[in-house]
């Protein structure tokens, strides 16, 4: 199998031949047409599956499936638990016990949208780590987001994940964000806070020991979409001490903010250069 990556082309449409991905694949079937085996060890744009039905539950046969890069992020996740003595646990170990931990929102038909009220949290409101919100978003109005959409209603502390397009971006609702809800193309998250920590879920979802999984686990050919069993069965890889957690993701948070600041001052330095020269 392979993961074709690029077919030559860039994000905006133009032709980049050099990133084109399907000859090195042709490539390798080739050899491997005429050898048994490939020439290097396995990569994802081309690998081999020795066995289609083994832990295969539900009969998939498309290349992320079998990505060797799962594979490997699954090694990974046991060695460094095995290593630091820290614990793995699906997501569903770790939800609040009470209520709905995971719910998903909607886009009721005769909702309307003021300029005023609760954020409606779409799918471009949610960034790794943060939500974003533009004053000239669409609210929605309260009677939705009290009785319609009540179930899917943002607290403090509640992980956004988004499940569908731009899946796998996680964000966590910060204290004194005002009354919020969200579409059906997020769901909210809320976890046992006396075994893991919001801010901490929130660093490994959108941590590389994560998109691997998301990769494997969504479905769909010309939209993706993450369901709730995949959801729940995410490996979560967390120390049991909360200070550790606490520490862990105020690292994370204190290098994105460095960073933004230095895009900030590039951006400045940027915006005072001259047009032209001469």
Request: net charge neutral; hydrophobic share 35%.
């Amino acid at each position: 199998m392979a993961i074709c990556g690029n077919v030559g082309h860039s994000d905006s449409g133009k032709e980049r031949p050099l990133l084109n991905e399907l000859p090195h694949i042709l490539e390798a079937f080739r050899y491997f047409e005429e050898h048994g085996h490939l020439a290097s060890a396995p990569l994802a744009n081309t690998f081999l599956v020795p066995d289609l039905l083994s832990k295969n539950p539900t009969i998939r046969l498309d290349a992320q499936y079998f990505d060797p890069r799962y594979f490997a992020t699954m090694d990974t996740l046991d060695k460094v638990a095995k290593a630091k003595g820290w614990k793995i646990e699906p997501l569903s170990k770790l939800l609040q016990k009470n209520g709905k931990p995971i719910a998903g929102g909607a886009t009721p038909k005769g909702a309307f949208y003021p300029d005023e009220g609760p954020k409606f949290i779409r799918v471009q409101n949610v960034r790794p780590y943060r939500l974003e919100w533009n004053p000239d978003d669409p609210c929605i109005d309260t009677k939705t987001h009290v009785k319609l959409l009540k179930r899917s209603q943002l607290h403090k502390g509640d992980v956004v994940l988004t499940i569908t397009g731009t899946y796998g971006i996680a964000a966590v609702v910060p204290f004194g964000f005002g009354e919020a809800n969200i579409n059906q193309h997020s769901v909210r998250i809320r976890v046992n806070q006396d075994d893991i920590l919001p801010d901490y879920l929130c660093a490994f979802l959108n941590s590389d020991l994560c998109r691997p999984q998301f990769d494997r686990a969504v479905t769909g050919s010309s939209r993706f979409a993450l369901d709730y069993p995949a959801i729940r069965n995410l490996r979560i890889l967390y120390p049991a001490d909360k200070e550790e957690q606490q520490k862990i993701a105020e690292k994370i948070m204190g290098l994105l903010a460095e960073s933004a600041e230095l895009q900030g001052q590039a951006d400045a330095i940027s915006g005072s250069l001259p047009k032209t020269l001469g």
